[in-house]
């Protein structure tokens, strides 16, 4: 749980409240008293900050993904290659997994919970999913990979399988399965450029022999 304090804005201790409650027990399931007893606010001061309930969901949700975003580049900005950074992906959230308050993802549970179709908060998840698939797409292409954008949406369906079966399992092993499989998809990407680069130098050389007979 986030400690609120007095000196705290209203905004901050309403956010903090939010990303608690509606991650812990579900953005519908959390009514809007909850929060202003949890933020110590009055009603009037939450509308007067967001508007309405909605437009606090939206907030907490984009602070998540900025949030998340801010803590994968600090982690990648330590690491040396892309391959590297692929996996240290995987690494961190095998760190999450292990909170005690891990409640998978925070944009899919929002997003099942409301109506189908496009929303606002849909609009949030899915922008935080495409950031997420273009951080591996970048990296598949600094890797050199044939299809960029294939090797990406196989690396967000480990991932999405790795919060799911931590979560419904109650163990890391999901995350560091995932991490394992996202290294052999790696090499795997590797080993096809080989193939490709060695037959571009060979033929060179068979080129030059059959001028040489030639003459």
Known sequence: MVN??????????????????????????????????????AKASLYGTFGSKEDLVCAYLTRRSEQRQA??????????????????????????VLESKFRGCAFLNAS???????????????????????????????????DPHGV???????YDGAIVGSLMEATPQAAAYARRLASLLLDAEAANEKPQKSASKTARPKSKSRSVAST
């Open 112 to 146: 099942v919970e409301g109506p189908r179709g496009p929303t606002p908060i849909r609009s949030i998840a899915t922008k935080h999913r495409v950031w997420m698939r273009s951080l591996f797409e970048g990296l598949a292409k600094e890797m050199g990979a044939e």
């Open 152 to 158: 990406a949406v196989q690396l967000v369906i480990l």
């Open 4 to 41: 609120l304090r007095r000196d705290d804005s209203v905004r901050d201790r309403l956010l903090a409240a939010a990303d608690d409650l509606f991650y812990e027990e579900g953005v519908h399931t959390v009514g809007i008293d909850r929060i202003l007893e949890r933020a110590s606010v």
């Open 71 to 96: 803590e994968v580049t600090e982690r990648l900005s330590r690491c040396t290659s892309p391959r590297e950074k692929v996996l240290a992906v995987f690494e961190l959230l095998g760190t999450r």
